[in-house]
């Protein structure tokens, strides 16, 4: 059984600060990597995504990836209440098509 | 784009009914994908398209659920036979790819609540 594991929180930040929030997977073939923020009450919408080694930048958000690890990382810096949210971790599986959801990390960013 | 599109947005139905529910993809997207969202947990893979061809259906998706994509545009997803334990919301998410990479996309969802 192919899995996406993230701890379920909450996380609890002030505001300004960096959120940190981790993910590990079992399928060591997996190829993509997302990232998607989930209001309570609304669908998820996608964040970002990486495919290679390493950090990839967008804006306040840092996706970071260490596949030797199977481990995948989202950095929010200066977060806001905004970013109050569930975020999935999801992962493509080696056949390419079928995506695998982690159960989430609810954040909450204190104002 | 204006989005995927899903309808109804909520549906109430008592155990033993039929409910069909419908996903508009975003214009072009060649695959749609069906999860199924419970409180705290992420969604569940239940069935995929690739234009109009079902490519891949979940193990855990029992013959009561049946799925088509017409023509490769709207996809219908249809439940009979409903059991309380189908209350969740359902979600319909399309991609194409851009980067190298299928980036999927979701609709709002259907809520479903079986009484």
């Known amino acids: 059984q192919k899995e996406v594991e993230q701890n379920s929180g909450p996380l609890s930040v002030p505001e300004g600060a960096i959120a940190s929030l981790n993910c590990t997977y079992s399928?060591?073939?997996?190829?993509?990597f997302f990232w998607y923020r989930q209001y309570s009450g609304k669908s998820p919408e996608l964040i970002m995504f990486?495919?290679?080694?390493g950090d990839k930048e967008d804006g306040r958000f840092t996706a970071q990836l260490n596949k030797a690890s199977q481990y995948v990382s989202l950095l929010i810096r200066d977060s806001q209440p905004s970013d109050s949210a569930t975020y999935l971790c999801?992962?493509?599986?080696?056949?390419?098509?079928?995506?695998?959801f982690g159960a989430g990390t609810r954040l909450f960013v204190k104002a | 784009d204006t989005g995927v599109s899903q309808n109804p947005r909520h549906k109430i139905t008592k155990r033993g009914q039929n409910v069909t529910f419908r996903c508009d993809p975003i214009?072009?997207?060649?695959?749609l994908y069906w999860y199924r969202q419970t409180l705290g947990q992420g969604p569940e893979f239940l069935t995929y398209?690739?234009?109009?061809?079902?490519?891949?259906k979940s193990r855990l998706l029992s013959d009561r659920f049946s799925a088509e994509r017409p023509k490769g545009s709207f996809s219908t997803l249809e439940i009979q036979r409903t059991e309380q334990g189908d209350s969740a919301m359902y979600l319909c998410?399309?991609?194409?790819?851009?980067?190298?990479?299928?980036?999927?996309?979701f609709g709002p969802g259907t809520r479903l609540t079986v009484t």
């Open positions: 990486i495919y290679s080694n």
């Open positions: 398209f690739q234009n109009e061809a079902q490519l891949e």
């Open positions: 399928d060591r073939g997996s190829q993509s």
């Open positions: 998410a399309s991609s194409r790819l851009a980067g190298g990479v299928y980036e999927q996309y």
């Open positions: 999801a992962v493509r599986d080696t056949g390419g098509f079928k995506t695998i």
């Open positions: 214009s072009e997207h060649n695959r």
